[in-house]
Each structure stands twice: as C-alpha cells, then as structure tokens.
C-alpha cells in the first residue's frame, strides 16, 4: 500500500494504473491482463435486474480509442448528470479535462476537453449558482510551476468561461472543490511548493470570479496531503487526507477543521502502525464528520475500506472495516437520506475481474446493510458516488471491460437498493479499529495565480453495457 500513498499525477490517477494497482505493486492492466474487446459482453448475473426502460439504472460508458475516466460526478438541476475527469482520446494535449453530461436517462448530450498541450485533468465538479460548472484539478501545461492547482469555469452548455491556475515552482494539485457561502470556491489539495514538510495540505480560496483571496498549507515535515474539503455549518472548512508527519503508523487518516478564514482549529489523526488514508468527508446531520478511505493497519485483508465516524470536535466515536482478502478501497462517501452512509470504491477481494466498482451501504451507526461489485473481466473503479432524486445512487469512475477505448469514462445508476444490470451482490467482513491522536501543525500560505488561455474541443462515443 505504500505505493499508493506516492505522488500520483491526475493522468495516472484516471487512467487504468490507478491508486488500487500501485497499492498492490502489480503489473499495469493496459499490458496484463489484456484489455477485452471494446464491445465484448458478459451475460448478466442471475441476481441482477434486465435493463428495461429508463432510470432506476443504467450501465454506460463514455470516450475514445485512449484512456479516459471520470472522479466526479453530480445530479444536475435538470435531473441529469455532469462527471469531470481526464482523457488521452480527445483534446489539445497529452491530457486534458474531460467533462461529460448525460440526460436523466444516461443518454449523451455534450462532452467538452479543457487544456493545453501537457498533462491536465480534473479531479472534482460541482454545478454553480449560475446553472454552470466549476472544475478543480490540476495542470502541467499553464501555471507558475511543474504542476499547478487547476480551476475551470463552464457555463450551462460547457462552454469556457475561465480558467485560472494556483501554485509555485514545484508540485500543487487541485483535489476536491466546494462553492462557498459568498460566492466564491474554495479548494483542498497539496502543494510541494510551500509549505513545512515534503508535502503539505493546500488549500485556496477564490472568490466568484476566480481571484484569489488566501491560501493556507498545514502539515509538518513529511508527507501530508488533503483530498476532501466540505464545507462546515459554523463557515469554516473540514479536510481529510492522510499524513506521515503525524499519527500512529506510517501514514495516518488526517482531519483538518479551519475557521472561515483558513485559521486552523485543529487536527486529529486516526489510523494503526501501517498506512491508512482518507478520500472522502463530510459532514453529518448531528454536526459531527465522517471519512471514508482505506487502512492497512486493520481489517481482513491486505486493505480494507475504512469509515471514521468522529463528533463535532473531532472526538472518534466508531470505525469500521469493510472488505475481503485481497485490496478494497473506498473513495466517495455520503450521508444517505435514511440517515446511513454509502460508500463507492474499488475491490480485488470480489467481483468478476482483476478490479470492480466496490459499492457499500452501512446504517446511521455504521453497520452493514449491503455491499454491490460491478464490472466485467478486466479493470473498473469507482471514483464518485451521489444519492440521486429518486432515492438511487449514481457513481462515475473508469472502466477496460467494454466502451470504445482502453478506458472509458463508466457511470452506473442503481436503484436504491443498489440494483442494476451490471451490479452483483457480495457478502463482505466487518471489523474495526484505530487510534485518535491530536497534532500540532505549522502553518503557511503560498500561490501565484495566473490565468491561462486554454484549448477547448470535445469527443466521445457512448456504450450501453445493458442495451
């Protein structure tokens, strides 16, 4: 696992070597195993639901003859779907943003690729107040440094309206985005630029326009990097990652609580003697926050998905382990409307190939309600997961299995109890564990902002897996 808590760019993180594979130190699956033919297609498990008519679920991939794949996705206001995240198919570079809509049904209306002629990708999307779009990732093609923080303004129709980039001379990336009370954006990541140690938790805020109001880097003098960023109810920040500076063990989850102006409040780490992370918070509707991402210090395999429930403060009231024998990885968390959590991800313990979408459903105390696989023979991933209107779940990752390239863009609706044509039912083992420790950060700040001009176009072929 220690693999996957090196410094990956955004185009490895989509592509099919992603976080999973670098965990388990395996070969790279666009050489082993083989990519199936595009089209190639599984019968259906005989637990599934026929793919008949429209919503409550759809198995589609989206993109090209190259790698391509999505790490975020939303309902938008028209009761569709936008999903942000890279592709080698399309665009001006090596990579560029890649941005997706689909109606209510799946069905493809737009696609759109942001960049210039380097490696640029986006890691989280959110819709703005203004029926339009904010992407936040990062960029090797424009900016002040190796790599800068990444910010893309859309309108409605996908059309650019600005791009700015944030960073130094060094490593900055962009990694979860939020609209803020005042207009503006924020966002976490970390930056090699600034900072205490190798890496630092980075986070900016911009106002409505894309200019830039405060930066902050917390961490110490090793590795420590932020890659969830929610919003709190007292207009403050809440950050999850994972730290080396700090904790139990060789990497520690790490949550971060700022106040409205990037003050920090405190820190906590949670985890064991090996490498645990966090990919995903939020905050809950008792005030408190949860995390979901993966431990190697606990569990029944080589990783487990791991869920820390913690209180208003900070103070840890649960943990839980999910998962198999093998590497399982949660990515993407939310509260459900019954006042439980689910979880998407990836797994090697279950499923039908060397990786599957990994979806989880635990009640409000953490207690495991149901577990779903879907994929076919080769390589998918979860990145993304949202509750949908009609109570359903809808989740964006990438997928080798079938599409039209080696990796395509792979969105999967569920109804709400996690059913669909492409979904298995699983059994999966339950455990818990870590240890809560307090730390005492430096704290610094650092970003030059430019605003590039950046090249647009657009591509893709749409795939039912379920027609």
């Known amino acids: 696992m220690k693999n996957l808590l090196k410094p990956l760019s955004l185009a490895l993180f989509v592509a099919a070597t992603l976080l999973m594979q670098n965990a388990c130190n395996r070969t790279s699956p666009s050489s082993n195993p083989p990519t199936q033919n595009a089209h190639t297609q599984t019968s259906p498990p005989s637990d599934t639901l026929p793919a008949t008519g429209p919503s409550p679920y759809f198995c589609k991939a989206i993109g090209g003859k190259n790698d391509d794949g999505g790490t975020s996705l939303i309902q938008t206001s028209d009761g569709g779907y936008a999903i942000a995240g890279a592709t080698t198919s399309f665009g001006a570079g090596e990579w560029d943003v890649y941005v997706v809509k689909l109606d209510a049904n799946g069905n493809l209306q737009w696609t759109k690729t ?261 994929g076919g023979k080769s390589w998918e991933a979860g990145f993304s997961l949202t509750q949908t209107s009609d109570g359903g779940y809808a989740i964006a990752g990438y997928i080798r299995s079938f599409g039209a390239g080696g990796a395509d863009v792979y969105v999967v609706k569920l109804d709400k109890n996690g059913k669909a044509c492409c979904a298995v039912s699983q059994t999966s083992r339950v455990g818990s564990g870590g240890r809560l420790l307090s730390a005492a950060p430096s704290i610094g700040s650092g970003g030059t902002l430019t605003a590039p001009t950046s090249s647009t176009s657009s591509g893709g072929t749409l795939t039912n897996q379920c027609p």
Do not use: C
């Not at 002629?117 to 890691?123: F, S, V, Y």
């Not at 992407?135 to 409605?156: C, H, M, P, R």
């Not at 403050?236 to 990497?251: C, E, H, L």
């Not at 395999?301 to 103070?315: C, E, I, P």
């Open 114 to 374: 942001i960049g210039g002629k380097k490696e640029d990708g986006g890691r989280s999307l959110i819709q703005t107040s203004d029926g339009g779009y904010a992407i936040a990732g990062q960029t090797n093609s424009f900016g002040a440094g190796e790599d800068d923080v990444y910010v893309v303004k859309l309108d409605a129709n996908g059309n650019l309206q600005w791009t700015k980039t944030i960073g130094g001379e060094n490593e900055d990336l962009g990694t979860s985005l939020t609209p803020t009370s005042d207009g503006g954006y924020a966002i976490a990541g970390y930056t090699k630029s600034f900072g205490a140690g190798e890496w630092d938790v980075y986070v900016v805020k911009l106002d409505a326009n894309g200019n830039l109001q405060w930066t902050k880097t917390i961490g110490g003098k090793n590795d420590d990097r932020g890659t969830s960023l929610t919003p709190t109810s007292d207009g403050g920040y809440a950050i999850a990652g994972r730290t080396n500076s700090f904790g139990a063990g060789d990497y520690d989850v790490y949550v971060v609580k700022l106040d409205a102006n990037g003050n920090l409040q405190w820190t906590k780490t949670i985890g064991g003697k090996n490498d645990d992370a966090g990919l995903s918070l939020i905050q809950t509707s008792d005030g408190g926050y949860v995390i979901a991402g993966g431990t190697d210090s606990f569990g029944a395999g080589k990783a487990d998905v791991y869920v820390v429930k913690l209180d208003a403060k900070g103070n840890l009231q649960w943990t839980k382990t999910i998962g198999g024998k093998n590497d399982d990885w949660g990515h993407s968390l939310i509260q459900t409307a019954d006042g439980g959590y689910a979880i998407a991800g990836i797994t090697h313990s279950f499923g039908a190939g060397g990786r599957d979408v990994y979806v989880i459903k635990l009640d409000a105390n953490g207690n495991l309600q149901w577990t779903k696989t879907i």
